[in-house]
């Protein structure tokens, strides 16, 4: 079980899909290896084979599954490339490099909107509600794609370094390490509003649903 | 008999060929033969049957191609005589089908048909 | 297509028995199998109906009666005779509605919810529903003449792990290897994209006697991928009913209806219903009132479901991806998509109309009966099914909150882990509750197990760190394992099935079946031979009439009343062998006629050539 763990924390999702760590994976690809390694291991298409054989098929589709959906969603890959970059957002019990906190007029802002959301589920408008949660979309849209810009120099960055440190030597990278930690910055600063917005997203559909049900 | 059976014969068309010679080499039997017989019963009056069998019995018409064998009771021959056999795969199911001039009317479950 | 012949070998054994799908429906059940690469339903009810209704009546000498008979005995005892369980499966006590007119009677006290019924204890949602699988089992036994062990199950996918968890261990009961619990609509695409050969995006829309699904799915070829699901488990055509019936018993002025009133209401509730799919106006009469219901009627007392139906549909669209022009086709599924109304409610939303093209009442038992062949394992399969959870699963976090590890539309098998930390300076334990379900406050989820990780050694608040597991196989079932990781005390969870009956009582009752099963030999025996002096007569007579010339007089006679004989002792005779012995007699009578029947065709085949130049 600890093996198997150990593993599946080094394997980065993007290694068992085959490609290289980015923020713009060809989807239709990705989803063409999803069905094609899931044809190879799904404990469905080994039914005829033995005990052990069928448990390692399970957890390698399990995993496999995991792998899938958070390469597929934009904003779960985002959080995964952060993490990869060395910041992980979920990872409550290790303190992050900067101070993790979006600007003031931000959180008003979002403050502001949370308002006028429960004032309409109390009202029961469901048409504001719904002009909410446009808005909240729009919005996190605006934070993802900005997240994305600065991952995408993060990687370039990453790559950079390793290709001028092939072998972990003792040579200097030209490009200056301050730069990549500004930009993984960058980037967490903007997923940390993305979440702002999940979360508000996600009361504005429970509120929908208590309407209709 | 022989001469009739030279005229008319259950052809083995290459998908059945194919498939039969796996079969008997799967089973460790390359000198077995496919029994094929017409039966009373089954939804439209008469069907087909199939299975394994060591040697021909009794006046049993054999077909052959390359070591494959079909072995045919005279009786069930005059239904058979022209018939081809074939093997087929779709996406839900494989298995033989006999194409049979003789016969009128196929029946939905394929195992019978009328004269 | 016609079916293909498949190669028999004498020195084998004969080929194992088929694994069965079973479409377990609030209000009919179903079983069909593949043979020879096709599904089908089998007869599983009286007038060779493919249909059973899905009614358990338990009579007063302890007898249990399923089905179409059971149906009928509804009326004379409406209290002995359960219909629509499935509501009721994996509900707790707490959790009954006792609906206006419903007339189950709740067993007393404190235990599982239960029903009192005549003749012997109380019976659980679960029990009832293992009659209803035994009786199809049997059924399927005597259709095919071969004894079943395996079955794949179809569920709501709205069903939750409670509902789950119930479904699984009624087929255990029922003697049943529960391969897989298979999503309704699911087994509906599967059936339907097999046999279409379509590609692309569908929508499952899914209603039907007591639940409402809509399933997205993309079907490839070799895949079929569940995009999204949603639905409600408590939304179907026995909603509809209730709504007439309460609105005809208000139109009327009817306080307070007995048992036998609710009963023969929701009978001419349904019946209405079904009769304005196929008219535009019908006169109701019940006892002295009377009333004329136009389509307009129905469709403003069945309104307010729309509202629910149309969330359900949007959202799963939504959590899919998809905006309804990129859905190719609606496939409908369910007896309540024959109504106009829900037809209209489809095109609504998804700006076309839906289609059925393979019976919508059947689909679901077909699919189910495909997966079943599928993961018997003889053979590699054609087609992998990727499905997913209705429900985010997650735990109850301070405060009342919940924290979702799992979020809903997770393809299977799937798995999450999260870790938690004490709160308290020095606490030693943690309390862990499961929940499942979309809202905010752990109280509104439906909980699914609650238990206590001891032996947290003594440290500072937020140093401890316990790691909660939770891990979804391919049937959606839960199982949780939690570890502090400090000290690598781990805990395994048990899901405790909600539907209140433990391990031990369902050992037991798998057990006492067992003894039962002798009886349920010979009856099963007896009703094979029955079907099969039936075959043999019915085979008989249309011969004599379609070769009466090769009959004689004498001949004909002898046979009628040899035939009039085993007419006899199928009403009368209880004893499986005797009857056997009767066929064989008047096979062997019929022998002689056979031949000449055969040789009769042949001589038209070789057109005057006569067997004896042979």
Same mark, same amino acid.
């Given at each position: ?76 890959? *985002?959080?995964?490339?952060? @993490? ?16 993790? !906190? ?60 390793? +290709?001028?440190?092939? !072998? ?22 903007? #997923?940390l509003c993305v979440r702002y917005w999940q979360r508000f997203l996600k009361d504005a559909e429970l509120f929908q649903e208590e309407l209709f049900s | 008999m ?56 009794? =006046?049993?018409?054999? $077909? ?52 | &297509? ?6 028999? =070998?004498? !020195? @084998? ?66 209290? =002995? ?20 007119? /419903? ?30 699988? +035994? ?7 005597? /259709? ?14 709205? $069903? ?41 995006? $569908?929508?499952?829309?899914d209603l039907g006697g007591g639940t409402f699904d809509i399933s997205i799915l993309k079907l490839t070829e070799g895949i079929f991928e569940v995009k999204a ?11 509809? =009913? ?28 349904? !019946? ?66 024959? &109504? ?60 009342? &909150? ?50 206590? #990780? ?22 959606? #079932? ?66 004599? @009439? ?9 001949? *004909? ?10 007419? *006899? ?7 499986? *062998? ?5 066929? #064989? ?7 002689? $006629? ?16 006569? &067997?004896?130049?042979?």
């Amino acid at each position: 079980m600890d093996a198997v763990k150990a593993s599946a924390a080094s394997t980065s999702f993007f290694e068992l899909f085959h490609i290289e760590p980015s923020v713009d994976p060809e989807l239709p690809l990705l989803e063409a290896t999803y069905y094609e390694l899931s044809l190879k291991l799904h404990p469905d298409c080994n039914t005829g084979a033995d005990l052990k054989t069928r448990l390692h098929a399970l957890e390698q589709t399990t995993q496999l599954n995991e792998a899938y959906a958070t390469l597929l969603s934009p904003e779960r890959r *985002a959080f995964y490339l952060l @993490k990869i970059c060395g910041v992980d957002l979920d990872d409550k019990h290790s303190a992050l490099p900067f101070t993790a !906190q979006p600007p003031p007029a931000f959180l008003s802002y979002v403050l502001e909107l949370r308002e006028e959301l429960h004032k309409a589920f109390s009202q029961r408008q469901a048409d504001t509600l719904q002009n909410l949660e446009r808005l909240a979309k729009e919005a996190l849209q605006k934070e993802l794609e900005e997240a994305c810009r600065h991952l995408r120099s993060c990687l370039l960055h990453r790559a950079e370094l390793s +290709r001028l440190q092939p !072998q972990g030597g003792e040579a200097k990278a030209s490009p200056s390490p301050a730069t990549g930690a500004k930009e993984l910055q960058q980037a967490a600063a903007h #997923l940390l509003c993305v979440r702002y917005w999940q979360r508000f997203l996600k009361d504005a559909e429970l509120f929908q649903e208590e309407l209709f049900s | 008999m022989a001469e009739m059976a030279t005229e008319k014969t259950v052809h083995i068309t290459d998908s059945a060929f194919g498939r039969l010679q796996k079969l008997l080499a799967e089973r460790q039997t390359p000198s077995a033969g496919l029994k094929i017989s017409v039966r009373g019963g089954g939804c439209s009056g008469l069907s087909y049957g199939m299975e394994w069998a060591d040697a021909p019995e009794g =006046d049993d018409l054999v $077909f052959e191609r390359s070591g494959v064998r079909i072995f045919v009771d005279p009786k069930s021959y005059l239904y058979l005589a022209g018939s081809e056999l074939v093997y087929v795969e779709t996406l839900t199911a494989a298995g033989f089908r006999l194409n049979n001039p003789n016969a009128k009317a196929n029946c939905g479950c394929g195992k019978s048909f009328s004269c | &297509m016609s079916g293909l012949l498949q190669i028999r =070998d004498p !020195q @084998k054994p004969l080929p194992p028995a088929p694994a069965i799908g079973v479409d377990l429906g609030t209000t009919h059940s179903l079983v069909a199998v593949v043979t020879q690469g096709k599904p089908s339903c089998l007869v599983v009810d009286e007038d060779n109906s493919q249909v059973l209704p899905s009614v358990v009546h338990y009579s007063a000498n302890g007898s249990v009666v399923v089905g179409k008979y059971a149906k009928q005995l509804a009326f004379q005892f409406p209290e =002995d005779t359960l219909a629509s369980v499935k509501r009721f499966m994996g509900k707790s006590r707490s959790e009954f509605e006792a609906k206006r007119l /419903a007339s189950y009677r709740l067993a007393p006290g404190e235990g599982p919810l239960a029903f009192q019924v005549s003749g012997g204890p109380a019976v659980t949602p679960l029990e009832v529903s293992a009659e209803i699988l +035994r009786a199809l089992k049997q059924r399927a036994h005597a /259709a095919l003449s071969s004894k079943i062990t395996q079955a794949v199950i179809s569920v709501p996918a709205y $069903f939750d792990n409670a509902q789950r968890q119930a479904t699984q261990d009624a087929g255990r009961l029922a003697g049943l290897e529960v391969l897989r619990l298979i999503n309704e609509p699911t087994a509906a695409a599967l059936a339907y994209g097999l046999q279409s050969k379509k590609q692309g995006c $569908f929508a499952v829309f899914d209603l039907g006697g007591g639940t409402f699904d809509i399933s997205i799915l993309k079907l490839t070829e070799g895949i079929f991928e569940v995009k999204a699901t949603a639905g409600d488990s408590a939304l179907g055509g026995d909603d509809f =009913d209730l709504s007439i019936a309460c609105a005809l018993l208000e139109k009327w002025n009817i306080e307070n209806p007995t048992p036998l009133q609710r009963q023969a209401l929701l009978s001419a509730a349904r !019946q209405l219903k079904e009769q304005l799919s196929q008219e535009t106006s019908v006169d109701i009469c019940f006892e002295e009132h009377s009333a004329t219901v136009v389509r307009d009627d129905l469709k403003q007392w069945i309104e307010p479901f729309f509202k629910r139906i149309n969330f359900a549909c949007k959202r799963a669209l939504k959590d899919a991806g998809l905006a309804e022009g990129e859905i190719q086709e609606v496939v409908l599924v369910g007896g309540s998509t024959r &109504m106009p109304e829900v037809q209209h409610w489809v095109e609504k939303i998804f700006g076309k109309p839906g289609l059925w093209e393979v019976d919508p009442e059947k689909v679901v038992a077909l699919g189910a009966a495909i997966q079943a062949h599928l993961l018997c394992g003889t053979h590699d399969a054609e087609v992998l099914l990727l499905d997913v959870i209705p429900l985010s699963l997650g735990l109850e976090t301070m405060g009342g &909150m919940t924290e979702k590890l799992l979020p809903r539309n997770s393809t299977i098998p799937a798995r999450a882990t999260q870790t938690f930390t004490t709160f308290k300076d020095g606490q030693s334990g943690m309390e862990i509750h499961v929940v499942q379900g979309e809202r905010e406050s752990a109280k509104d989820c439906r909980s699914l197990a609650k238990f206590h #990780l001891k032996g947290i050694p003594p440290m500072a608040a937020g140093l401890a760190r316990v790691e909660v597991r939770f891990a979804v196989d391919a049937n959606g #079932l839960l199982s949780v394992e939690a570890q502090e990781l400090g000290t690598g005390i781990q805990q395994e969870v048990a899901i405790q099935p909600s539907h209140g009956l433990s391990e031990e009582t369902i050992e037991r009752m798998i057990k006492a079946s067992i003894v039962h099963a002798q009886e349920d030999i010979f009856s099963r025996l007896l009703i094979e031979q029955q079907i099969e002096a039936r075959r043999v007569l019915a085979e008989l007579h249309k011969q004599m @009439k379609a070769h009466a010339d090769l009959l004689s007089a004498e001949e *004909a006679t002898s046979l009628w009343e040899a035939s009039k004989q085993l007419e *006899a002792l199928l009403e009368t005779t209880q004893e499986a *062998a005797k009857l056997r012995q009767a066929v #064989l007699a008047l096979d062997n009578q019929a022998k002689g $006629f056979v031949e000449r029947i055969m040789n009769h065709s042949i001589q038209s085949v070789l057109q005057g050539h006569s &067997m004896t130049e042979f």
